[in-house]
């Protein structure tokens, strides 16, 4: 049975950092791309950060120097660092992984940048 289990999220003042985790197991974790996506009230599910099986990144433009993404294989774990948050960060954070046509989603986590 496959798990994405996202933690980390909470509530942040502007300016502030956070670091979402997602441990993964059911999968063989070092041969999916993993990546981190977020869903505001009334807005679609955004791709935020992309870590390719290989290493390769890619980052939404919103994001880009604010947020990083990495993974630990032997932790079967990505993480997702954030910092600089603004209001506009604010939604539930989920957490993929997907491989050729398959792919897996986390529960998700809250993040909420408030002052």
């Known amino acids: 049975q496959v798990q994405l289990v996202e933690s980390g999220g909470g509530l942040v003042q502007p300016g502030g950092s956070l670091t979402l985790s997602c441990v993964a197991s059911g999968i063989t974790f070092s041969t999916y791309d993993m990546g981190w996506y977020r869903q505001a009230p009334g807005n679609e599910r955004e791709l935020v950060a992309t870590i390719f099986s290989e290493g390769g990144i890619a980052y939404a433009n919103s994001v880009k120097g604010r947020f990083t993404i990495s993974r630990d294989d032997a932790k079967t774990t990505v993480y997702l660092q954030m910092n600089s948050l603004k209001v506009e960060d604010t939604a539930v954070y989920y957490c993929?992984?997907?491989?050729?046509?398959?792919?897996?989603w986390g529960q998700g986590t809250q993040v909420t940048v408030s002052s």
């Open positions: 993929t992984a997907f491989f050729n046509l398959r792919s897996y």
